[in-house]
Each structure stands twice: as structure tokens, then as C-alpha cells.
């Protein structure tokens, strides 16, 4: 081993791809499921004041102004059960880092996001992908586990399929479990309905949250953990100790506020979809219902590398993801009415 090499469990380690992102202009970008709406005025403004604000000062460690507006808008009994983080990749972090000792075991189904893996290859932990089975349900298997298993991640809705456990087999799934059960709710917003609830209920639930994805604020990171105050006073310990800076408090707290402008931009949102959906299937796709702000569709063809390839000389990105042992296909994130007509019209060019 020479001065320099990072730990033998690093050894291995590939770069985190999320997408492409090119600087902002040139691509009608439809690859990484962000808003392609702004953000709601309340938000610019809040941001906007916020410019002649305390930035000589470290900010509120436990960014209390967003937690209390969050606990009151979801109905949660206090803001304890929330902790905030510098976009919920961090929440993730903290809880594989809280959780998960070296040689441990986490477990997550497969295909979904690939980052919990990398999560714990950094942690020198083991991971276990459970395959989703036909119809994207989970086998019972995922309920199981052994006292090496520390915790298990469920996106949902799920990325790249956009589809749904629903509730009642989450709860089940987390009486059976002899750990936590991460419910990433990344995409809740977009299906109508969610596991706020249940935390409540089962100690051992935890439900992640983004302001990346809904409320149009990928490019300030902010997200959050809602569960019981008892755990998330420990997960507090241990995370960096201004991990919120104080621009993306103020802007996240405005957002959350920000009830009526999320559920139009949503109601918007899910009908272009619902629209993206039906064009492509006529145009011979297999599509799989989504209840998020993407649609995962494979053609018979085969030809989803080319397609993406097509579509990116013509300005347009999409996500193209290739799973080992399970096939490939284009991931298309929900854009404005006009971004999605001009993806559509290329694919039906690249087919015809
Ligand atoms: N969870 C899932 C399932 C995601 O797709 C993403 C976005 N890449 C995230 C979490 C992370 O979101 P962010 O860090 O922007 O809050």
C-alpha cells in the first residue's frame, strides 16, 4: 500500500453518474427528473432577502425555521420528527453511516438507485438486490432478513420504473424486518399518496424527502427525514454540523409554504405525463404506468442506446440505463408540453 491509497474498500469505487449536466441552454433536458418549472416567486423573493441576511454568520445547525413550516404543513406532531439535510443523497448517507456497520449487510431491490450501493461500498458494508418480480412487486424474501441485515431502502415511487409498494405492504414489510425500513419518498408528490403515517405507527419506518424534484429546487440540495424523534435525535449526532447553509434553509422553508403552487404544478405535471405516456405507447413502446415525474419505456427494437444517442445530437436528454442481468430502456423525465412534443416527434422520427 503506497502513502496515498485511499482505504482497500475504495480501491474499486466508480464515479457517481446521475446524468448528464451540461450548462443550462443548450439541451431541452429530460434526464434527471428535475422541475422544468422555477420555483415558486415566494421562493425567488425569500432567496432574494435573504441576500442582505446574516451571511457572515454559520447557520441554524438544525435549520428550526424549515423543520417547524414542515412539521405544520405535513402534520406532524412536532418538528423533532423531522431532520433536514443537504439534499436527501445526504439524508441517505447519514443513515447508511448510522446504521450499516463495515460487513454488514443493506438491502435494496433491484433495478432502483444505484447510489445506496455506492453508499455502502463506502462504508465497507455488504449490499443484497432483491429483483423486483414481474409487475414490479416485491417478492417476500424483502421482508426477510437476519441480524447482519441493517437496514433496507425502498424507493417509492421507484426509479427507473416509476411504479409503487403500496402502504399496506410497506407496514407489513416493516413488522417483518429486524431493521429499519427506508421508505425514499424522492417522487411521493407526484403519486398522491405516501407513508407520512405510517412512521407513527412502526418506529422502524423512515421516510426520506426531496426539494429536488416537486418543488423545483434541485440546484439548492435540500431534503429531509421524517421518523421518530427518538432515532433522529441520534442520526443528528452524527452529521456534518452545518450541514443546511443558511440560502437553501430560507429558500426550502419558503417552498414547503408553498402548498397551492405545488399541488398545480403536480396536477400539471402528472397530465403531461399521462399524455407522454399514451403517445409512446402508440409509437410501439412498452410503457410502464408511472405515478412519478418519469416514464421508463423499452421498445421492441431493442435500439434504446441509438435512440438516446438520436435524441441527444438533436439536443434532447434522456436517460438511457442499462441494469447487468436485466435489461435496458430510456428513463424520460416529465418536461414543460413543448419539451415533451419535441421528444416525442424525434422518437417518432428516429422510428419511422
Ligand atoms: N432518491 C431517489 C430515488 C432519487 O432518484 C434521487 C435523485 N437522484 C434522490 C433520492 C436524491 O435527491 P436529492 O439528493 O436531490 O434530494
Given at each position: 500500500?503506497?502513502?496515498?491509497?485511499?482505504?482497500?474498500?475504495?480501491?474499486?469505487?466508480?464515479?457517481?453518474?446521475?446524468?448528464?449536466?451540461?450548462?443550462?441552454?443548450?439541451?431541452i433536458?429530460?434526464?434527471?427528473?428535475?422541475?422544468?418549472?422555477?420555483?415558486?416567486?415566494?421562493?425567488?423573493?425569500?432567496?432574494?432577502?435573504?441576500?442582505?441576511?446574516?451571511?457572515?454568520?454559520?447557520?441554524d445547525?438544525?435549520?428550526?425555521?424549515?423543520?417547524?413550516?414542515?412539521s405544520?404543513?405535513?402534520?406532524?406532531?412536532?418538528?423533532?420528527?423531522?431532520?433536514?439535510?443537504?439534499?436527501?443523497?445526504?439524508?441517505?448517507?447519514?443513515?447508511?453511516?448510522?446504521?450499516?456497520?463495515?460487513?454488514?449487510?443493506?438491502?435494496?431491490?433491484?433495478?432502483?438507485?444505484?447510489l445506496?450501493?455506492?453508499?455502502?461500498?463506502?462504508?465497507?458494508?455488504r449490499?443484497?438486490?432483491?429483483?423486483?418480480?414481474?409487475?414490479?412487486?416485491?417478492?417476500?424474501?424483502f421482508?426477510?432478513?437476519?441480524?447482519?441485515?441493517?437496514?433496507?431502502?425502498?424507493?417509492?415511487?421507484?426509479?427507473?420504473s416509476?411504479?409503487?409498494?403500496?402502504?399496506?405492504?410497506i407496514?407489513?414489510?416493516?413488522e417483518?424486518?429486524?431493521?429499519?425500513?427506508?421508505?425514499?419518498?424522492?417522487?411521493?408528490?407526484?403519486?398522491?399518496?405516501?407513508?407520512?403515517?405510517?412512521?407513527r405507527?412502526?418506529?422502524?419506518?423512515?421516510?426520506?424527502?426531496?426539494?429536488?424534484?416537486?418543488?423545483?429546487?434541485?440546484?439548492?440540495?435540500?431534503?429531509?427525514?421524517?421518523?421518530?424523534?427518538?432515532?433522529?435525535?441520534?442520526?443528528?449526532?452524527?452529521?456534518?454540523?452545518?450541514?443546511?447553509?443558511?440560502?437553501?434553509?430560507?429558500?426550502?422553508?419558503?417552498?414547503?409554504?408553498?402548498?397551492?403552487?405545488?399541488?398545480?404544478?403536480?396536477?400539471?405535471?402528472?397530465?403531461?405525463?399521462?399524455?407522454?405516456?399514451?403517445?409512446?405507447?402508440?409509437?410501439?413502446?412498452?410503457?410502464?404506468?408511472?405515478?412519478?415525474?418519469?416514464?421508463?419505456?423499452?421498445?421492441?427494437?431493442?435500439?434504446?442506446?441509438?435512440?438516446?444517442?438520436?435524441?441527444?445530437?438533436?439536443?434532447?436528454?434522456?436517460r438511457?440505463?442499462?441494469?447487468?442481468?436485466?435489461?435496458?430502456?430510456?428513463?424520460?423525465?416529465?418536461?414543460?408540453?413543448?419539451?415533451?412534443?419535441?421528444?416525442?416527434?424525434l422518437?417518432?422520427?428516429?422510428?419511422?
Amino acid at each position: 500500500m503506497s502513502k496515498t491509497d485511499l482505504r482497500p474498500a475504495l480501491s474499486r469505487m466508480l464515479p457517481y453518474t446521475p446524468g448528464e449536466q451540461p450548462p443550462p441552454g443548450k439541451f431541452i433536458k429530460l434526464n434527471t427528473n428535475e422541475s422544468p418549472y422555477p420555483p415558486p416567486q415566494e421562493v425567488i423573493r425569500a432567496i432574494q432577502d435573504a441576500a442582505t441576511g446574516p451571511l457572515n454568520r454559520y447557520p441554524d445547525p438544525t435549520a428550526r425555521s424549515f423543520r417547524n413550516e414542515a412539521s405544520r404543513v405535513l402534520g406532524l406532531p412536532s418538528p423533532d420528527w423531522i431532520l433536514a439535510g443537504n439534499g436527501s443523497d445526504e439524508i441517505l448517507t447519514i443513515l447508511v453511516r448510522g446504521f450499516v456497520g463495515e460487513g454488514q449487510k443493506l438491502r435494496l431491490p433491484y433495478p432502483s438507485y444505484i447510489l445506496y450501493r455506492t453508499l455502502a461500498d463506502i462504508q465497507g458494508a455488504r449490499w443484497e438486490q432483491t429483483p423486483f418480480l414481474d409487475g414490479w412487486h416485491l417478492p417476500t424474501m424483502f421482508g426477510q432478513g437476519d441480524a447482519d441485515l441493517r437496514l433496507v431502502l425502498l424507493p417509492n415511487p421507484n426509479s427507473p420504473s416509476g411504479t409503487i409498494v403500496p402502504k399496506d405492504e410497506i407496514a407489513k414489510l416493516a413488522e417483518s424486518l429486524p431493521c429499519p425500513l427506508v421508505v425514499d419518498e424522492a417522487y411521493a408528490d407526484f403519486a398522491g399518496d405516501n407513508c407520512l403515517d405510517l412512521v407513527r405507527s412502526h418506529d422502524n419506518i423512515l421516510v426520506t424527502r426531496t426539494l429536488s424534484k416537486s418543488y423545483a429546487l434541485a440546484g439548492i440540495r435540500f431534503g429531509f427525514l421524517v421518523g421518530s424523534p427518538a432515532i433522529l435525535g441520534k442520526l443528528g449526532n452524527i452529521k456534518d454540523s452545518y450541514n443546511c447553509d443558511y440560502l437553501a434553509t430560507v429558500a426550502a422553508t419558503a417552498a414547503i409554504g408553498a402548498q397551492d403552487w405545488l399541488r398545480e404544478t403536480v396536477e400539471t405535471m402528472n397530465q403531461t405525463r399521462a399524455r407522454m405516456e399514451t403517445r409512446l405507447a402508440e409509437l410501439g413502446f412498452n410503457v410502464t404506468p408511472s405515478k412519478a415525474n418519469f416514464v421508463w419505456c423499452t421498445h421492441p427494437s431493442g435500439e434504446h442506446e441509438a435512440m438516446h444517442q438520436f435524441l441527444k445530437k438533436n439536443q434532447v436528454l434522456v436517460r438511457y440505463m442499462n441494469f447487468p442481468d436485466w435489461g435496458d430502456g430510456l428513463r424520460i423525465s416529465v418536461g414543460t408540453d413543448q419539451q415533451v412534443d419535441a421528444c416525442l416527434m424525434l422518437l417518432e422520427r428516429y422510428l419511422s
